[in-house]
């Protein structure tokens, strides 16, 4: 699997974005996904995850309410809606596919995820 992210860019507090991860490959569709994030200094950590059919999502307290990961299995894409965004939110976001066999316990551990796309830059003024 392939994974192409998009959509990142400079906002204003309080301002929204969608990101999309496009996937290549048929097994994106039997597996859940991630958006973990990365600002400068500090360790990736957990955004949002959806599990393969859109059935079960989780968010990290920080993002609970404003973000919202979706996904369209027929498109293979997934995305990650954004919205009341904050400066704290400035970060390289990553969306990452679960590795065959990956439990939904483990789908808040970056290192259980198989592949990952290049990261799309979010920057929120204030």
């Known amino acids: 699997v392939q994974l192409q992210a998009s959509g990142g860019g400079l906002v204003q507090a309080g301002d929204s974005l969608r990101l999309s991860c496009a996937a290549s490959?048929?097994?994106?569709?039997?597996?859940?996904m991630g958006w973990f994030r990365q600002a400068p200094g500090k360790e990736r950590e957990f955004v949002a995850a959806?599990?393969?059919?859109?059935?079960?999502?989780d968010y990290a307290d920080s993002v609970k309410v404003r973000f919202t990961i979706s996904r369209d299995n027929g498109n293979s894409a997934a995305y990650l809606q954004m919205s009341s965004l904050k400066p704290e939110d400035t970060a390289v976001y990553y969306c990452?596919?679960?590795?065959?066999?990956?439990?939904?316990?483990?789908?808040?551990?970056?290192?259980?995820?198989?592949?990952w796309g290049q990261g799309t830059q979010v920057t929120v003024s204030s």
């Open positions: 490959g048929r097994a994106f569709s039997s597996v859940g």
């Open positions: 959806i599990n393969w059919n859109g059935g079960n999502t």
């Open positions: 990452a596919v679960f590795r065959r066999g990956m439990k939904w316990s483990a789908r808040r551990i970056a290192s259980e995820y198989a592949y």
